[in-house]
C-alpha cells in the first residue's frame, strides 16, 4: 500500500479530529471486511488477558476528559 505524505498542519485540531472520525467511519461503507494482521491479533488477545488479569476498568471517558481540561487550564 502507498503511504501518501499528507500535509494536515494547516488544519485546526478540530478538523483534524473531524477528519480522524470521518475516515473511521468511511471503514464502514467498505464492501469487504477489514481483517487484522497476525501482531494485531496477538496484541488485542494480550490487552484482553492483561484487562482480565488486572479487572480494573480504568476511569470513565467524562473523568479522564475532565482530568485532561483542568490540566490544560
Known amino acids: 500500500?502507498?503511504?501518501?505524505?499528507f500535509d494536515f498542519r494547516h488544519l485546526t485540531a478540530e478538523e483534524r479530529v473531524?477528519?480522524?472520525?470521518?475516515?473511521?467511519d468511511s471503514l464502514s461503507e467498505l464492501p469487504e471486511p477489514t481483517s487484522?494482521?497476525?501482531?494485531?491479533?496477538e496484541e488485542l488477545d494480550r490487552r484482553v488477558?492483561?484487562?482480565?488479569?488486572d479487572g480494573d476498568p480504568g476511569t470513565p471517558w467524562?473523568?479522564?476528559?475532565?482530568?485532561?481540561e483542568r490540566s490544560r487550564s
Open 1 to 5: 500500500m502507498a503511504n501518501p505524505n
Open 18 to 24: 473531524q477528519l480522524a472520525e470521518d475516515l473511521w
Open 36 to 41: 487484522l494482521t497476525g501482531a494485531q491479533a
Open 49 to 53: 488477558e492483561e484487562y482480565r488479569r
Open 62 to 68: 467524562v473523568e479522564a476528559l475532565d482530568e485532561i
